[in-house]
């Protein structure tokens, strides 16, 4: 393949924005309330317990009050929370993207919509576009069932329209309110790990084309990867309580067998390699995803620090996570320029997406 060809209307991140919900929890309190509903059930505590604390996460924000969470006994009940907040934050992370690239809500012209905790029709970006003031004329594209990896897919897909309509201006919005997924009659580990591993937040990432004085980095390559026959790795599994997690132990062997080749072969069709890549932006997934990607690329000491700060600090945020990495590297104006930075996205399917920017 030829290496993409840099032009001043490729599109380029012009303003982010995260938002996470007011009620936040420290890990040893919600592990101890999970403990409490678990323990006259569970066989093995001692494995609860070492469970959540190899987890290395310090606490999360949550979309409801901890009390409120008790009486979401079926699906329609979490569900319609999640319709209740998704948008509030939402709003809060796109009007704070908005703000810092300097453009009104009537300016965009496409909104990307993910998500993978809830379920709505219209989908929740329709009640985003009238709370913020948005044109009727938009043009919207909501993204269900990617899960983990929507970040960096949607960025892709926002930056591929920017392409195409490089005058114009799209905002890809991420909405994740993992909280209202726990399925409390579900003992399997997965289930135990994955309690104790998501948190809630939302992201808003803008991308433009013919924007000169704009700062953030272009988006110059991207990259799209489905395993065939993975659907068992990770995913959902629909059942009567809602979304019950499928987590299989083979998922970081997946990721260790083939993210050094994928990689490698990706940044070739740009003439670099691994050791031009300045600012890794990885899917905070746990502890044993970082730790495979670390070792599986063989980074440099500390190449992962945000994504292991962002997975302390909030918990595995699912496709808001590589946002509120890239969030927080163009806040610390920590790249100069013609620096590169890569995005890692990991997801159901078992799917990778791979997103080349340079400063």
């Known amino acids: 393949m030829r290496p993409s060809v840099i032009s001043n209307d ?10 996470l919900p007011v009620n936040y929890v420290d890990q040893e309190q919600l592990s101890a309330r999970l403990r409490e509903l678990w ?23 949550l979309a409801l009050p901890i009390e409120e969470y008790m009486p979401l006994d079926t699906f329609a009940k979490t569900n319609d929370a999640w319709l209740r907040v998704a948008p509030e934050i939402g709003v809060v992370a796109a009007e704070l993207a908005l703000e810092r690239a300097g453009l009104k809500p009537r300016d965009v012209d496409h909104l990307f919509f993910v998500t993978v905790t809830g379920i709505a029709v219209p989908s929740i970006d329709t009640r985003v576009i009238s709370a913020l003031g948005m044109r009727k004329e938009i043009k919207r594209t909501p993204i269900f069932g990617l899960g983990c990896v929507a970040g960096a897919a949607g960025t892709a897909r926002a930056a591929d329209y920017i392409r195409a309509y490089p005058s114009e201006v799209a905002m890809l919005l991420s909405v994740e309110l993992c909280s ?16 104790g591993l998501f948190g809630d937040g939302a992201a808003a990432m803008l991308i433009g084309g013919n924007t000169p004085a704009a700062t953030g980095p272009q988006v110059i390559a991207t990259r799209s990867l489905v395993f065939p026959n993975t659907e068992e790795i990770l995913g959902w599994e629909i059942v009567d309580s809602g979304f019950k997690i499928v987590l299989s132990s083979k998922l970081t062997d997946l990721v260790r067998a083939n993210i050094l080749d994928e990689v490698d072969s990706f940044l070739a069709t740009q003439q670099i390699d691994r050791s031009d890549i300045r600012h890794w932006i990885a899917h905070a997934g746990g502890p044993k995803v970082l730790e495979t990607l670390e070792g599986a690329l063989a980074l440099p000491e500390a190449a992962l620090a945000r994504s292991w700060r962002s997975l302390q600090s909030v918990g595995n945020l699912s496709s808001a ?7 927080e590297l163009l806040e610390d104006n920590a790249a100069a320029p013609g620096d590169y930075g890569l995005i890692i996205g990991m997801g159901p399917g078992f799917s990778v997406e791979l997103v080349l920017l340079k400063w």
């Open 180 to 195: 209202l997924t726990l399925q409390r009659e579900d003992l399997s580990i997965a289930n135990v790990i994955a309690s």
């Open 39 to 61: 323990e006259k059930r569970y066989s093995d505590l001692r494995r609860f317990d070492k469970i959540q604390g190899a987890l290395g996460i310090t606490g999360r924000h």
């Open 321 to 327: 996570s590589v946002m509120f990495i890239l969030d």
């Open 10 to 19: 490729s599109p380029r991140v012009i303003g982010t924005g995260t938002a």
